[in-house]
């Protein structure tokens, strides 16, 4: 398959280099340093102990690469929505473009059925840009589970995890979701295909909501959010707030599962929340995506979210103070 890679970061970068190791043709979009050093010395993969390089093609204008039969979408949703026309050149009429993104996805009301089919989500892709210009029928979901970090330009670290769960919007196991699957398993991940890609979004989001934000107003690293009962507290009202809107939308996760997301999170010391990592390295701030589209959903539904909206507006401020965060579909 020929694959392109939109923003070979932390998991971008990880996916393209055991794509290209185990036999296909990827290329990769990136920018300023890291850019530079991929094309100087290959794109480095540090994983098991070991270093891995793949000499891959890469640009900042995908625009060079012409159509793909996969594009991995591996940015922040704001900048995602940004990059939508240039994103578009790389499709062709049989293309794929995998969302290998946090929170809840721009194409999530395409065939999902219900009062809301075909509305696009103004905190994620104001006025539909993403809709119409990458058009939703292309998109497969995908939640990352990986942790992986950019060390340097043009080096990754993996951490822990390789699992990366697919699914069509429809719910079906179609040919070219069950051929993705297939090429990203025998490049080493575990890609199970699910037949509600919707669940695993919400569930995921559940940390998401309250980890990421809470994070970033404390400092606080995860272990220390799920230790301390007041800060794990809030963090469960958040979450039950969000499970009454997912319940809203049809999406119901068994509630022993909230539990179960906390004890995890707990076990895990000394991590800092990605929004934390971005506010201390000067990183614009994926706010609307993971927190503010709750906000929304939950004034399309009717669920009321008092907790998650006061932790957004501190949270918007938090970023708008440090010059990080402008609502998508803004100048940055």
Known sequence: MKF???GAGAIGGYLAVELALSGHDVCVVARGPHLEAIRERGLRLVIEGQEKVARVAAAEDPRVFGEQDVVICALKAHQAYDAAPAIASLLGPGSMLLTAMNGIPWWYFY?????????HLQSVDPDGRQWQAIQPHRAIGCVVEPACEVIEP?????HDFKRFILGEPDGSRSDRVIALAQALTEAGFDAPVRDNIRWNIWLKLWGNVCFNPISLLTGATLDRLIGEPALRALCKTMMLETQAVNEALGVRIPPDMMERRLAAAGSVVGHKMSMLQDLERGRSLEIDALVTVVMELGLWTHVPTPVVNAVLALVQERGRAAGLY?????SR
Do not use: L, N, Q, S
Not at 111 to 119: I, L
Not at 326 to 330: A, D, H, K, L, S
């Open 4 to 6: 392109c890679v939109y």
């Open 111 to 119: 065939k999902a059925g219900g009062a809301f089919e075909g509305r």
């Open 154 to 158: 043009g080096v990754i670290i993996h």
């Open 326 to 330: 402008t609502p998508v579909g803004t």
